[in-house]
């Protein structure tokens, strides 16, 4: 983190390619003020090396240039094969607080399509379900209601699973004619699988909405307004059970969309009905979870946001968990969509497991963010099995998810969010917190 | 042609087809009798129903109304062709 002089000088420009390890930075720059550690990526960087002082500018996106300058405290990824040049000449430049930087990223991750990386037995290591179900934290008493396309019961329990269906928790817009947990077996049936990983003795929600085969596996958001307002129902009759939406949709065409800054917009307007919802839902003590999307930079990809802030609308929300994916090794998914998301900046929260063989549902692999939404999903329901809304709060949840991830840097981070969800430390803090054991 | 949300604000006792069709002078078929009224905002009373396109564009700008808000197609986030799925 550097404090930089505004006046541009010319100079060459050096293309950030990849970012520092922290402990190499700090070691470096011992004795130096870290004082705001809120990583964003920049552009490039243009370094005057004839001017005495070496005068430094970065050139941030709009958003975060516009946040910064006002306090003239400018965050900056530092290319790699310049670290230790870079370091001493910033170190030299007259209202420099310190620098700090993120750790590297390990390359491109998988792409949808990829070859499975490990198997959901690895999932529920990432997730830390041994140490989950150490603590009896194993989303008993809870319902995961998954908003997709349907469930297929009989398919889950070939799986392993032991699927039980809340039909109290199972709403769908009037043109579903199919029973809760009898649909083909498809997404949502994948979705459920994650859920499952670490928290086998949840109940299943069956709530479909993505009913459209034109296109594949869409629907309409009021569709969603619609059950969102009937799972509210379901809360308020039955106050004392956790109820987890998990939600692995979104909206990937602005086109469909009203303009941003109409009335009417969804994508970026706090006002939508489902945005109140949204809200009123967390303050009724629901944890909802959305899918980050795939419209990751590093894979081709079916948005139509190019690079424009794919993470949008209730994907976005700050009363939601967003979840992008990463492989069982924590290496982010190259789908994964990187934020800053549209609603709330700082998306995706954390990634969860993803692209691993587990359901078989749709396929070989379980991909996507469509898949770490409902195993993080999980983990939120593990939890609720013994620490409900009143005494942890939904945003604290939240909080404690995002603290406890497995971080590469020391803050949150467009790509990787706060890190990859880790349900050990996160029953190790709550254990603590809350007398568990 | 789909019906578009609007948001009202409603005391909750007015929160019922029958009472938003008689203050906003609405045909029976103008409103989606089925989805009904629903609260999205508690505190603030604020309440979502589905209408005709030309019954929004009517009320439009009306004390308490606002929208009409896109209601756009979503999509599941992992849509993949099985021929692209590889074996693990």
Request: glycine share 10%.
């Amino acid at each position: 983190m550097v404090e930089i002089a505004t006046e541009r000088i010319p100079g060459r420009t050096l293309e950030s390619r990849e970012r520092l390890t922290l402990h190499v930075l700090s070691s470096q720059l011992r004795g130096i003020e870290l004082e705001y550690a809120r990583p964003v990526p920049f552009r490039r960087l243009e370094l005057d090396e004839g001017e005495p002082g070496h005068h430094l500018e970065l050139y941030a996106g709009e958003r975060v240039a516009s946040r910064t300058a006002t306090s003239r405290l400018y965050p900056a990824w530092l290319p790699i094969e310049r670290s230790t040049e870079l370091v001493h000449q910033v170190r030299e430049v007259a209202g420099v607080r310190g620098v700090w930087a993120a750790p590297p990223i390990s390359g491109v991750g998988v792409c949808l399509g990829s070859p499975a990386v490990g198997t959901a037995d690895d999932a529920a290591r990432v997730l830390g379900v041994d140490e989950l179900r150490r603590l009896g934290l194993t989303g008993e008493g809870t319902t995961v209601a998954v908003v997709d396309d349907g469930l297929n019961l009989r398919h889950l329990n070939a799986q392993g699973r032991h699927a039980v269906i809340d039909t109290r928790a199972s709403f769908g817009p009037p043109e579903n004619k199919r029973k809760p947990g009898e649909h083909p077996v498809g997404h949502g049936t994948m979705c459920a699988y994650a859920a499952g990983i670490a928290a086998a003795d949840a109940t299943l929600g069956d709530c479909p909405v993505l009913l459209s085969n034109e296109p594949d596996l869409s629907g309409w958001l009021d569709d969603v307004v619609r059950v969102f307002t009937d799972l509210r129902g379901s809360k308020a009759r039955r106050p004392s059970r956790p109820l987890i939406v998990t939600n692995s949709w979104a909206m990937i065409d602005p086109s469909l969309d009203l303009p941003v800054g109409d009335e009417g917009n969804y994508s970026d307007n706090p006002n939508h009905p489902l945005h109140d919802l949204i809200r009123q839902m967390e303050a009724d003590g629901i944890d909802l979870l959305f899918a980050a999307g795939n419209c990751g930079r590093d894979c081709a990809n079916p948005c139509h946001f190019g690079s424009d802030r794919p993470i949008n609308g209730a994907n976005s929300h700050p009363a939601a968990l967003c979840v992008g994916a990463a492989d069982v090794h924590g290496t982010r998914a190259g789908y994964s969509s990187v934020g800053p998301g549209r609603l709330a900046a700082q998306k995706p929260d954390v990634l969860g497991p993803a692209h691993f063989v587990g359901s078989g549902a749709k396929g070989a692999v379980d991909v996507g963010t469509s898949t770490a939404c409902p195993a993080v999903a999980g983990l939120v329901a593990a939890v609720r099995a013994r620490l409900g809304s009143d005494v942890l709060p939904p945003a604290e949840l939240r909080e404690a998810i995002q603290r406890t991830a497995t971080r590469t840097g020391v803050d949150h981070a467009p790509d990787m969010g706060w890190g990859v969800a880790n349900g050990a430390a996160l029953a190790a803090e709550l254990a603590g917190a809350y007398s568990l054991v | 042609m789909r019906k578009v949300m609007l948001k009202l604000e409603l005391e909750p006792e007015q929160a019922d087809v029958a009472h938003v069709r008689r203050t906003h002078s609405l045909a029976a078929s103008e409103i989606d009798a089925e989805f009904g009224v629903r609260e999205v905002n508690a505190e603030r009373h604020l309440y979502v129903v589905l209408v005709e396109r030309s019954a929004a564009a009517r009320l439009k700008g009306r004390k308490g109304v606002s929208g009409p808000y896109s209601s756009p197609r979503i999509t599941a986030a992992t849509k993949l062709d099985r021929s692209s799925l590889l074996q693990g």
